[in-house]
């Protein structure tokens, strides 16, 4: 095989002018998963750009450890920063530490415990709307969950449900603009393409709500406890380690970073045990002797052992961050190759998860693969990524799926509606295009 600068092995199948576009639009997933055997890093193009996909384990812990070398940057980032602002998922590395212990009290075990008095009412109320034999698409109703639990979390002033809505109905439109726009050549871009002009609205709408919500904060001067109040009071008590555009950031961030991806992480699991049928009355024997029918709490946590490694489960399979992009600030050796300053560098958390060298039976369901027995090879799980900008919602995330996931199986029987597999959407999260599910109520009826 061919090398090109640097040492580096292209991925054949690049056309001119548009390079890999068509199959990281079409199959990105099984394009990605066939790089590993041209190399451990491996060039490829978004139109004329080159990037350098990581494909080994221990290299992807380097980059993401060595965050000054491997900064963010790079096109999924550049296109997060454009809709979002300069938040913590897009800030350079010369603004990350600060704004992250801005931000990192707001995810304490103290404020988590609390948060997860509010998952389990919206969790409740959720589960308690379903009827027996119904069909729910369970893509459309995780996103609910996650969105009001989310939104809950940032604001919980009745004032700011306006916005709320507004966020809701945008994301979709944000998170396909921003994937697109991403591989898409930057001239393009600029065009009044149908899809161009969805995002730039979308992300437009969302902006504004979210800036009059800061205002209405403002203006009303109390403090909600919630993670708005909570940047706003350290900003005016302390002169404010964030500026105002930078909490303006850091809420488009925090909502957009955490709803979709918690939303999709249990719509797959619930898609897994619909297929596993056998795993899920093993769920449910567990569910059964913690809950009997009542909803999750943050004290049940601990002994939802089984419902904790389908989540770990679901997320190696269909990690939702599943591509994700890095800029070096300065030459830079990894593996035997040295890498100029500003070269894209791609990590992609779904094809570390399904290298059979380092997973075995990569694509099998096996939740059992996590009990504290089995052994991983370091750096082979990373669906939160890794470093300092590990997400900061990790545990957030894991304490609701977890919850949510329980409940659901504690209440209602699963079954696919549909045969056929959800179609993947290629976006900024792994999306499961339709989830259509049968609940059938496990309570005894009530009067
Ligand atoms: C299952 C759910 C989630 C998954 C799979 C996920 C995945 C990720 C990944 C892979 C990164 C690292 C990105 C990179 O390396 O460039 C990240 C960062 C981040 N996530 Fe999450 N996330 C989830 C839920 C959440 C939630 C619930 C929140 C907040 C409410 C959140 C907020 C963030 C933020 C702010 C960052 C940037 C952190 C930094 O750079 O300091 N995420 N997430």
């Known amino acids: 095989m061919a090398t090109d600068h640097a040492g580096i092995t292209p991925a054949p199948g690049a056309l001119p002018i548009v390079g890999h576009l068509f199959p990281l639009l079409r199959d990105p997933l099984r394009f990605l998963n066939t790089l590993p055997s041209y190399g451990d890093l491996v060039q490829i193009r978004l139109g004329p750009q080159r990037a350098v996909v990581v494909c080994r384990p221990d290299l992807v812990q380097q980059v993401l450890l060595h965050d000054r070398t491997y900064d963010k940057g790079g096109p999924i980032i550049e296109r997060i920063g454009n809709a979002l602002g300069d938040g913590l998922a897009s800030c350079p590395h010369s603004t990350h530490r600060r704004q992250r212990r801005?931000?990192?009290?707001?995810?304490?075990?103290?404020?988590?415990?609390?948060?997860?008095?509010?998952?389990?009412?919206?969790?409740?109320?959720?589960?308690t709307s379903w009827s027996d034999g119904r069909t729910v698409d369970v893509a459309e109703q995780m996103y609910t969950l996650a969105s009001n639990t989310i939104a809950q979390t940032l604001f919980t002033a009745e004032a700011a449900e306006p916005a709320v809505e507004t966020v809701k109905e945008c994301l979709p439109d944000i998170f396909r603009g921003i994937y697109q726009q991403a591989v898409l050549p930057p001239w393009l871009h600029r065009l009044p393409l149908p899809s161009n002009l969805r995002y730039e609205r979308a992300r437009n709408r969302a902006w504004a709500a979210v800036s009059k919500t800061i205002s209405l904060y403002r203006q009303d001067g109390q403090t909600h406890g919630d993670v708005l109040s909570m940047l706003l009071k350290a900003h005016d008590d302390t002169g404010g380690a964030l500026s105002d555009a930078e909490i303006h950031a850091q809420i488009m961030t925090l909502l957009v970073a955490g709803i979709e991806s918690t939303a999709v992480a249990v719509t797959w699991a619930v898609h897994l045990l619909c297929q596993w049928p056998d795993v899920q009355e093993r769920l449910r024997t567990e569910t059964a002797e913690v809950l009997g029918t009542r909803t999750a709490t943050w004290d049940d946590l601990p002994q939802l052992d089984l419902a904790r490694r389908v989540i770990t489960e679901t997320l190696r399979l269909y990690p939702p961050g599943w591509i994700l992009t890095r800029t070096t600030t300065t030459e830079a050796r990894l593996a035997?190759?040295?890498?100029?300053?500003?070269?894209?560098?791609?990590?992609?958390?779904?094809?570390?998860?399904?290298?059979?060298?380092?997973?075995?039976h990569p694509s099998s369901f096996d939740p059992d693969r996590w009990l504290p027995e089995r052994q991983h090879v370091r750096g082979t799980f990373i669906p939160f990524g890794g470093g300092a900008r590990k997400c900061i919602g990790d545990n957030y995330a894991l304490t609701l799926a977890t919850m949510a996931l329980s409940t659901i199986v504690a209440r209602w029987r699963l079954s696919h509606v549909d045969v056929q597999l959800p179609r993947i959407e290629p976006r900024v999260t792994l999306n499961p295009h339709k989830v259509q599910v049968r609940v059938d109520c496990l309570e005894p009826a009530r009067d």
């Open 102 to 127: 801005s931000v990192q009290p707001a995810f304490s075990r103290t404020c988590l415990r609390e948060y997860a008095t509010i998952m389990t009412e919206q969790i409740d109320a959720l589960t």
């Open 336 to 360: 035997d190759a040295v890498i100029p300053p500003e070269t894209t560098l791609i990590y992609s958390p779904y094809l570390i998860h399904h290298d059979a060298r380092f997973n075995p």
